[in-house]
């Protein structure tokens, strides 16, 4: 079982996710649904993570832990004792 070729550097934009919206959805760093359950993990809700997550993708942006955080911590009031000063 290998894994498919590295796309060649400087490639376009990376392929839209699969209908299934689960498997396959990646990036260069992690899986979606990493990220997705490590930030719910702290109390954010699935819904509200995934959104995140998916503006990310359509922006053109790199889905990572903490960028998914930091939009959800400074996208909405603050809900909770989370600061991150």
Known sequence: HQAPPPPPPGG???PPPPPS??????????????V?????AMGFS???VRSVVRSLMETGKSVDLNV???QLMN???????????
């Open 12 to 14: 376009g934009p990376p």
């Open 21 to 34: 919206g689960g498997e396959g959805m990646s990036t260069s760093r992690l899986p979606i649904e990493k």
């Open 36 to 40: 997705v359950d490590d930030v719910a």
């Open 46 to 48: 699935r819904e509200e």
């Open 68 to 70: 998914v955080l930091d």
């Open 75 to 85: 996208g909405r009031g603050s809900q909770g004792g989370w600061s991150m000063s």
